[in-house]
């Protein structure tokens, strides 16, 4: 049974921190694994998408790394504004045709 | 303009009533879904419907009923609600079945039942 774990659960840094975000999970038989963003009160918003193939991927200042057989990845933010803090979702899509998440680490970033 | 749009966005109703909650998606995905998200924010699967036809059903009491009249389309339903219903539920869709793309989530209805 696929699980996702996401370290830490809670992150608090000053603005203008690089940080990373982790995720690991524990049956790297997946088809790929997508990075969320969830406001308080909000739904998800979908920051990025690696395929089982690919390595990585990078959007503005967002980089997510993927290591399928050690079963992790890597949300890294650079110089983090206050606009940041938000709860990051790591998800995978498994071979049973679901998206299972795991439980999300709360950023905050600090002015 | 709305990808993925829920309604209600918030319900309160009492134990023991039924309740639906409506979503529509104008992104032409062909697969659609409801997850559940709990107190603890922890997101699970209910239900997966491709082209109307449902193909995941997690272990989800049979008073949920999801229907779906065309593919743009997902509804859930909620007989005789309990207080453990009570959570905030996303509507999501896809391009393909099987999850192996790209998934978009409305913004959520948030039930709470007394």
């Known amino acids: 049974k696929q699980e996702v774990t996401q370290i830490p659960a809670a992150l608090s840094v000053p603005e203008g921190e690089n940080l990373v975000l982790n995720c690991s999970f524990t049956d790297s038989a997946i088809y790929n694994l997508q990075w969320f963003r969830q406001d308080p009160g909000k739904g998800l918003t979908s920051l990025l998408l690696?395929?089982?193939?690919?390595r990585e991927q990078t959007s503005g200042r967002l980089n997510a790394s993927l290591d399928k057989s050690s079963g992790r990845s890597t949300l890294y933010i650079a110089a983090s504004q206050p606009g940041d803090s938000a709860t990051y979702l790591c998800?995978?899509?498994?071979?049973?045709?679901?998206?299972?998440f795991g439980q999300g680490t709360e950023l905050s970033v600090k002015p | 303009d709305t990808a993925v749009s829920q309604t209600p966005k918030y319900l309160v109703t009492q134990m023991g009533n039924d309740k639906s909650i409506k979503c529509e998606q104008n992104l032409g995905h062909d697969t659609m879904y409801w997850y559940k998200q709990d107190s603890k924010k922890f997101l699970k699967i209910m239900f997966s419907?491709?082209?109307?036809?449902?193909?995941i059903n997690e272990t989800v009491p049979n008073r949920f009923s999801p229907k779906s009249p065309d593919k743009a389309h997902l509804n859930l339903h909620i007989n005789s609600l309990e207080l453990g219903d009570s959570a905030v539920y996303f509507c999501?869709?896809?391009?393909?079945?099987?999850?192996?793309?790209?998934?978009?989530f409305g913004e959520g209805s948030r039930l709470t039942v007394l």
């Open positions: 690696i395929q089982s193939s690919q």
């Open positions: 999501a869709s896809g391009r393909q079945a099987l999850n192996t793309g790209e998934l978009f």
């Open positions: 998800a995978v899509y498994n071979q049973g045709g679901k998206l299972i």
């Open positions: 419907y491709n082209n109307k036809e449902l193909i």
